[in-house]
């Protein structure tokens, strides 16, 4: 699944193409940023990918729009329209893509949306779990979503108190969205192997210091993911480069680069983690 990086560096290459990961001469020839933009009309393909308004309505009120800036909260991409937000979850296998109108269609295309200049946003969905909205306000749909862990005014102490009294394992808070938003599996992983802390570790067990660490950590994983536009593993991301990177995540069996020891893997809450045995204690 897309993480915060990941959907960070789309969000760029919406804004700008030339931050695109498809960087060859020919992909670039006539696109621009999508800010700006007005929209045509929309095809939606596939009509469980769009989870609200119904698509009837959805149609009159997205046509004729124009895209105001194009934003990021947690894993959510964020459009603001004339009138109204235009939301994107990629979920598993979700992405976006710019092209000209007279690119052949995909098979995975869920959701089409055309603009007045020939070009259309695309959002291609191979496993179909990505889901679109259009609302008034993001508010009801953020309402559960944490701090954002990029946020400066974060401190080590919120996530303290946030966790101090919790038996949950360290790896299960840190994938809750709802304590802090756009961290998933790969991120948690590499951030805990850097602030040296086992991911079964239950949550109240952390001090102020350790969550300063932890905090610090996440802060640095995801700010290198975002310089290297992200990491692509298994799941149709148009990526970058972070994988070739990581000190832990799936790497089971090979060595530690600081101690040598074995990289191991565990299952916590249905999700897999790697950790060092010997740098994790």
Excluded at 51 to 66: H, K
Excluded at 186 to 196: C, G, M, P
Excluded at 199 to 204: A, D, K, L, N, V
Aim: proline residues 5%.
């Amino acid at each position: 699944m897309p993480e915060l990086p990941e959907v960070e560096t789309i969000v760029r290459s919406l804004r700008n193409p030339e931050n695109d990961l498809l960087k060859d001469e020919q992909s670039l020839r006539g696109r621009s940023g999508i800010i700006g933009k007005t929209i045509h009309d929309a095809d939606l393909r596939w009509l469980r990918t769009l989870a609200t308004p119904e698509p009837e309505v959805f149609q009159q009120r997205i046509t004729g729009q124009n895209i105001l800036s194009v934003d990021r909260r947690g894993k959510f991409i964020v459009m603001t329209l004339d009138a109204g937000t235009l939301l994107f979850h990629l979920r598993m296998s979700g992405d976006l893509r710019v092209e000209s109108q007279t690119q052949p269609v995909q098979t995975h295309d869920r959701l089409i949306i055309n603009f007045v200049d020939k070009q259309r946003l695309v959002f291609n969905d191979t496993r179909k779990f990505g889901r679109v909205w259009l609302v008034d306000e993001v508010s009801e749909i953020f309402a559960n979503l944490g701090p954002e862990p990029l946020d400066p005014k974060l401190t080590g102490e919120d996530l303290y108190e946030s966790w101090s009294r919790s038996t949950r394992m360290i790896k299960t808070l840190l994938l809750d969205q709802s304590l802090l938003a756009g961290v998933g599996n790969i991120y948690s992983d590499e951030a805990l192997f850097r602030a040296r802390i086992h991911p079964s570790t239950p949550g109240r067990f952390l001090t102020v210091e350790k969550c300063d660490q932890l905090l610090a950590a996440v802060r640095e994983v995801l700010e290198e993911g975002i310089r290297r536009n992200g990491a692509s593993i298994d799941w149709v991301y148009r990526g970058g480069d972070f994988q070739n990177y990581f000190k832990v995540y799936q790497r089971t069996g090979e060595a530690c680069e600081i101690c040598g020891t074995p990289i191991e893997r565990l299952v916590i809450g249905q999700r897999s983690s790697h950790f060092c045995p010997h740098c994790q204690l």
